[in-house]
């Protein structure tokens, strides 16, 4: 689900156990509007279709496929229909379909050599994310100044400027769980993602990175 890079097999006693659970809450509705925003900049999905969701997760952009074909559809037609998603687990950057297998496919590099001919390939760039920032500033608090960075340095994922205009916008709700709690799975998410992996720092320093 968030595999770290190296093969460090510590990991703090504080850190939240990435489960299934977690990661639902911690994705919350963002994968979901994702996925709509997504397939809204393709023509509509025809009949006999194959979509591949690579690296589904929870399987949130999965229900919104579904969603998106009932919506598109005819509704006495779309109630007619028996949809239905397979899981399938497998390294989803060594991908064991046969070439040619899906009309749409959503995801990554492998996707050009399993989608059919005139398919459609769906791939989203998480580029301007306003609360990566923050993040990696408290990744690299209570780290040794030579350690690589989690997820080889977010800090190039966004800009100030960007985070700013969102937040200085009229209008502008965000809704997250309770703080401290929403900042503790960031932490646990990310912190021990990097080659390095989890370092064994004092607790003093991982309440500072916190």
Request: charged share 15%.
């Amino acid at each position: 689900m968030n595999a770290p890079e190296g093969n460090n097999p510590f990991v703090p006693k504080q850190a939240i156990v990435p489960t299934f659970e977690f990661y639902k809450e911690l994705a919350a509705d963002g994968v979901m509007n994702l996925a709509r925003t997504s397939l809204a900049q393709i023509p509509s999905i025809q009949d006999g279709a194959i979509i591949h969701d690579n690296g589904c997760g929870t399987g949130a952009a999965t229900v919104s496929v579904i969603t998106f074909l009932d919506a598109s559809s005819n509704p006495q037609h779309s109630k007619d229909k028996n949809r239905s998603a397979e899981a399938i687990v497998m390294d989803s950057n060594a991908l064991t379909f046969p070439n040619v297998t899906f009309s749409h496919s959503i995801a990554d590099a492998l996707l050009f050599r399993t989608i059919k001919p005139g398919g459609y390939a769906i791939a989203n760039a998480w580029h301007n994310i306003p609360n990566m920032p923050p993040i990696e500033a408290a990744a690299k608090a209570p780290k040794p100044p030579c350690t690589p960075p989690s997820r080889q340095g977010l800090e190039r994922w966004s800009k100030i400027v960007f985070l700013k205009s969102v937040y200085e916008q009229p209008e502008t709700n965000v809704t997250t769980s309770e703080i401290n709690h929403y900042a503790n799975m960031f932490w646990s998410f990310i912190f021990g993602t990097s080659r390095a992996g989890w370092l064994g720092v004092r607790r003093a320093k991982l309440r500072q990175g916190r």
